[in-house]
Nanobody, 124 residues
């Protein structure tokens, strides 16, 4: 069983930056692919980015590519989402997720464990 806890959300002006963290429990973190998703009010949860077990491969949605960076520190059992040049349309609850396989994945159905989410609000 893996427990995930996100932190780092908040209110920021357009053009600003935030860094989200996802702290994972358990001793197998380094073997999990990790993903970030977001859900805006009235919309489905959508893929943001993903990273494989050792950080070599990363994937991003087109809407955040070039602005967001996903990384991980296996020694700290933590994944990160650095968000730069934020836009009002980035406003959503952001979730981190872990899957029981080392590779990254872009579909939410490929993830077994989810955090509770952290709110990100970008004002114009």
């Amino acid at each position: 069983q893996v427990q995930l806890v996100e932190s780092g959300g908040g209110l920021v002006q357009a053009g600003g930056s935030l860094r989200l963290s996802c702290a994972a429990s358990g001793r197998s973190f380094s073997s999990y692919g990790m993903g970030w998703f977001r859900q805006a009010p009235g919309k489905e949860r959508e893929f943001v980015g993903a990273i494989d077990w050792n950080g070599v491969r990363t994937y991003y949605s087109n809407s955040v590519k070039g602005r967001f960076t996903i990384s991980r520190d296996n020694a700290k059992n933590t994944a990160y989402l650095q968000m730069n040049s934020l836009k009002p349309e980035d406003t959503a609850v952001y979730y981190c997720a872990a899957r029981g396989f080392p590779g990254a994945a872009v579909r939410k159905d490929d993830y077994n464990y989810w955090g509770q989410g952290t709110q990100v609000t970008v004002s114009s």
